[in-house]
């Protein structure tokens, strides 16, 4: 299989090229970046073509599949064009920046007989799939509450072109902040785990500390702290923080009508469960990634595995619908300052 890489970031640096180039069915075929230089960098060291724009990329029908690690406003785009032009396609996330642009994502891939798939990485990781195993063995019996969160310092010294002046502090090129960033990982997390929808939510996306290259406060949310109801009637909070200066935050409590379940919280233990009785339960699986500890995301092989057997990608752009539905009505709630319900709740 030939893949191509549009944007050759961060993200495409650390985890998207390495897991290609480490997967034996896969050449990278080509690059596209605004920064030529970038892309000539790895074609060097990874072999492919460079080229000249996206839509040249996309016009080479030896590709099959594309990478995109844009910048969050062009990713509707770029997956629409590159759907059409025939390629499977693995977006990163957030999936796009408004709801329209997602749908049309999902549309074009059904058009087009093509594959979208998200990168939302979270539901790969290894404690994440065997709580949700562990939950739905109803080990913590029914999920009534939850917190789930993601914070760290900040992107400016993980993008690329990092610094004040960095676009994941742009309103026009990232659209949210830490919603977009990290919120987006704990909203598809949280309804993979309970296998529920979020209904209805209640939201504030605050800009507290982040600063700008002129010293003025950024465009877009450092902090999201969301309430959300889930369609099944458990109620929770989903908070995404750029301005967790210490050490990172990756962790998911859940309390169950049995038990309550960590995961991810205790640096010694993957998944640490406490149930009524007072018995004690450690799961030691591996270690969450941090933004200093990248480890093989296995959202590539997930990827290439699913093209090769002709089976369906997971995390698929319709999959992801729901999630990007509930980030959407978190910045409505926040800007109109209301809950705002999604769907109705069903039986418990
Ligand atoms: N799944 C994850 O955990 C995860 C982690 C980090 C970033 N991301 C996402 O990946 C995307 C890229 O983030 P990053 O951290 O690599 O950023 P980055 O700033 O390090 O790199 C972005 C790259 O894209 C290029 N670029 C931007 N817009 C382009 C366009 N329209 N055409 C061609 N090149 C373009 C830039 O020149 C740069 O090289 C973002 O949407 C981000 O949210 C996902």
Not at 58 to 74: E, K, P
Not at 114 to 135: D, S, T
């Amino acid at each position: 299989m030939k893949v191509g890489i549009i944007g050759c970031g961060r993200i495409a640096q650390t985890r998207h090229i390495p897991e290609y180039g480490s997967h034996p069915g896969v050449r990278i075929a080509g690059y596209y970046d605004f920064n030529e230089e970038r892309a000539k960098e790895l074609a060097a060291v990874y072999g492919g073509k460079v080229y000249d724009s996206a839509d040249a990329l996309l016009d080479d029908r030896g590709i099959d599949a594309v990478s995109i690690c844009t910048a969050n406003h062009t990713h509707g785009e770029l997956a629409v064009k590159a759907l059409r032009s025939g390629k499977h396609v693995l977006c990163e996330k957030p999936m796009a920046v408004s709801l329209e642009e997602c749908k049309a994502m999902v549309h074009a891939a059904a058009e087009n007989n093509r594959q979208l798939m998200i990168g939302q990485n979270q539901r790969f990781a290894k404690a994440h799939v065997r709580a949700k195993e562990l939950l739905t063995q109803g080990l913590i019996g029914n999920v009534l509450t939850f917190k789930t969160t993601f914070g760290h310092g900040g992107p400016e010294t993980w993008s690329i072109d990092g610094g004040a002046g960095s676009w994941f502090f742009d309103k026009q090129k990232a659209s949210m902040g830490a919603m977009a960033d990290l919120g987006v990982h704990k909203t598809d997390l949280i309804q993979f785990l309970l296998g529920q929808k979020v209904a209805a939510v209640t939201a504030q996306m605050v800009t507290l500390d982040k600063r700008n290259e002129s010293g003025d406060l950024i465009g877009v949310d450092d902090n999201a702290i969301c309430i959300y109801e889930m369609e099944r009637g458990a109620i929770g909070t989903m908070t995404a923080s750029w301005t967790y200066y210490g050490r990172e935050d990756n962790s998911t409590v859940l309390y169950g009508t049995r038990g309550v379940m960590k995961i991810y919280d205790d640096p010694d233990h993957s998944i640490s469960v406490v149930l009524k009785n007072g018995e004690q339960v450690l799961y030691d699986i591996d270690k969450i990634q941090t933004n200093d500890n990248q480890t093989k995301s296995g959202i590539i092989d997930a990827f290439v595995d699913a093209l090769e057997a002709g089976a369906e990608v997971p995390v698929s752009g319709a999959d992801v619908l729901s999630a990007m539905e509930a980030v959407f009505a978190c910045q409505e709630s926040s800007r109109e300052k209301r809950r705002i319900v999604i769907r109705e709740k069903g039986e418990r």
